[in-house]
């Protein structure tokens, strides 16, 4: 059965990337801040040669915190997704394409791929938002089954 003849799938089918792509850039985003600190996050963007390294190490680090969490929730799921794969771009471009593809690129190429996929394709119908409005659960006959 293909997912449009699957509601079921058409309802929830965005909702595993989206929380995983979002975890995974609000854990980062978070390591930086928590972890790094803005010092270690901006002397590692100085030291790659980003312009404005301090600057571009708060957009980075709210990027992807509020951006992830803007993914998780399916909340600005485009404009979040959209800002995502734009820093995956420059992270790939000012870092890792050096590297090559195996221990370089690859898993900024992955987060580029799905974030790319949100913003074509937006959070889908479960969201946060849609989930707790009322009355905005699928019928029972559009739910589908597995």
């Known amino acids: 059965m293909n997912a ?3 509601s079921w799938a058409v309802n929830w089918g965005l909702v595993p990337l989206r929380l995983v792509v979002g975890l995974v850039f609000a854990v980062h985003g978070a390591q930086k ?3 790094f600190g803005l010092g270690g996050a901006a002397g590692f963007m100085a030291k790659v040669g980003i312009p404005l390294p301090s600057v571009a190490a708060v957009v980075v680090m709210a990027v992807e ?3 992830g969490l803007a993914l998780i929730l399916g909340l ?3 404009l979040a997704a959209a800002l995502l794969a734009i820093e995956m771009v420059v992270a790939i471009l ?3 394409l050096k590297m090559g593809f195996v221990g370089g690129y690859e898993f900024e190429l992955t987060l580029l791929a799905a974030s790319l996929s949100l913003v074509l394709l937006g959070a889908g119908p479960m969201t946060v938002k849609k989930v707790f ?3 905005a659960a699928p019928a029972p ?3 589908g089954s597995r």
Do not use: K, Y
Request: hydrophobic share 45%.
């Open 65 to 67: 915190i509020l951006g």
């Open 141 to 143: 006959e559009a739910r």
């Open 133 to 135: 409005a009322r009355g």
């Open 76 to 78: 600005g799921t485009r």
């Open 94 to 96: 000012a870092v890792r």
């Open 4 to 6: 449009q003849g699957n």
């Open 33 to 35: 801040l928590f972890v």
